[in-house]
Each structure stands twice: as structure tokens, then as C-alpha cells.
């Protein structure tokens, strides 16, 4: 069991692995909430009958499971947590309908305009495909930079003195951001081109929720390391193997 209870009725269960930058979010809404939830770990190599029953689409994890009912898909959950436990914790979303679209509209951006080129810094074969999504991650951080000057307006977090909805989504990243100086040599955050960012990263680590939800960069750079040697030697045989006739 994880987190406290401090409202709200039913039984939670979050499946996730470790390691997924998806689930840490979940992990820090619930966390933030006060809600007590059981975790369940998946093997992604050896998916449990649970984790296909409860995501049968899409087959990955975060999952919650809310009274016997499945939400997959990080934003959405987070969305769930915050309307079904609106009395429980600090709200993630504000509650005025233009700010709410304005934290849904950067949500979006860090999935689509950071996340994306990130993933292709690592997983694409070729030098020049790398270097392309590390040239679109480091200008995607500095938009958010901006992005974080003008909704923080001075104050700690993109929802102003508190964590909100763009903060957890971002949030849930930043172990994995963290280790990609070691794995890229590239730093995503640096005093020169996005020092707000970098100092609400060091805000964000020191909060509760996070000493709990967020993964050991060390242990992640580890397992990412461990995972790129396996594709490669996974390639590599691959392109040994002679073609049927």
C-alpha cells in the first residue's frame, strides 16, 4: 500500500512499472491527493492477464483501477483523480475554464513538442536522427521556459504558488530528464538557457510527493544503459540472419 487517506470512497490500484515516467505521474497526484492506493508492478515482457483486461486497447501501463473500473492513459487519469477526489487535497486543475485549457494546452505541448524528440534522441539508429530530436528537445525546453514565466506569473509553479496540472505532467519526467546529460551529454535545463526551469526542478524534487513518486536517476540511467544494449544486440542479430527464399 502507498499514500494516506484523506477522503473519498472506494478502492484504488495503480499498475505500472517502475521505471515509466507515466506512472510517476499518476504516482504524484495520488500522492499529492493524500490517497491510499495499492501498487501493482508489471512486467512488460510478461504482461499479467489484469493489465490486458484492464487496458485491452492499448496493452501498457499507467493504469488505475478505481472500484473495479480501468482508466488508462496518464492525462486522463489525472483528470479522473482530480474530479472523483475534487473534495480530497489540492485541486490539479484550476477551476477557472480558461486556465484550465491553458494547463491542458502545455500538458499537451510536453507530451507532443518535448516528449516525442526526446524519445527519438534515444531510440533512432542513425547520428543525424539523435542529434535532430536533441535540436527539438532543447527548443521545446526553452518554449516551456517561457511558458512557465508567463503562467507561474513570478510565482513557484506553472499553477502559481502550488503544484498543478502542467507541473505534474512535467513533473513525472524529470527523473528521465535528469539522466539525459549522462546518457545524451545533453543537459535539457541549464542556467543560461532556461534557469526558471531549473530552479522549479529543484522546487519540485524537494516536495513530499515527489521523494516518493519519482524514480533514482542513477538506477533509471542503469536501466535505460541495460535496454538500449539489448536493442542493439537485438539488431544486430536481426540483420544476421539470412533472408527466406
Known amino acids: 500500500m502507498a499514500g494516506i487517506q484523506l477522503g473519498g470512497e472506494g478502492e484504488l490500484k495503480l499498475l505500472g512499472t517502475w521505471a515509466s515516467p507515466w506512472v510517476s505521474r499518476v504516482k504524484l497526484a ?4 493524500g490517497l491510499r492506493y495499492e501498487y501493482i508492478e508489471q512486467d512488460l515482457d510478461n504482461k499479467t ?17 478505481h472500484n473495479g473500473k480501468a482508466i488508462c492513459e496518464s492525462r486522463v487519469i489525472l483528470e479522473y483523480i ?14 477557472d475554464p480558461y486556465e484550465r485549457a491553458i494547463a491542458r494546452f ?13 524519445v527519438q534522441a534515444f531510440k533512432n539508429n542513425t547520428e543525424e536522427e539523435r542529434n535532430e530530436g536533441m535540436k527539438q528537445t532543447l527548443a521545446a525546453a526553452e518554449t516551456l521556459e517561457g511558458a512557465l514565466k508567463e503562467c507561474s506569473k513570478g510565482k513557484p509553479f506553472f499553477d502559481g504558488d502550488s503544484m498543478g496540472y502542467a507541473d505534474v505532467v512535467l513533473g513525472g ?12 551529454g545533453a543537459k535539457l535545463f541549464d542556467d543560461a538557457n532556461t534557469p526558471l526551469l531549473l530552479s522549479w526542478v529543484e522546487r519540485f524534487v524537494a516536495l513530499d510527493a515527489a521523494k516518493v513518486a519519482l ?11 541495460m535496454r538500449l544494449a539489448q536493442l542493439g544486440a537485438a539488431a544486430a542479430a536481426a540483420a544476421t540472419v539470412p533472408p527466406k527464399n
Do not use: M, R
Not at 485491452?56 to 501501463?61: N, Y
Not at 519526467?173 to 545524451?184: D, Y
Open 30 to 33: 495520488l500522492h499529492l491527493k
Open 49 to 65: 492477464s489484469l493489465l490486458l483486461a484492464s487496458n485491452p486497447v492499448h496493452k501498457k501501463v499507467p493504469v488505475l483501477i
Open 82 to 95: 482530480d474530479e472523483a477526489y475534487s473534495a480530497t487535497g489540492p485541486s490539479l486543475l484550476p477551476a
Open 106 to 118: 502545455w500538458a499537451a505541448y510536453i507530451d507532443d513538442k518535448l516528449v516525442v524528440p526526446w
Open 173 to 184: 519526467l524529470i527523473s528521465w530528464l535528469q539522466g539525459t546529460e549522462e546518457l545524451c
Open 215 to 225: 524514480p533514482d536517476v542513477g538506477e533509471l540511467v542503469e536501466f535505460a544503459e
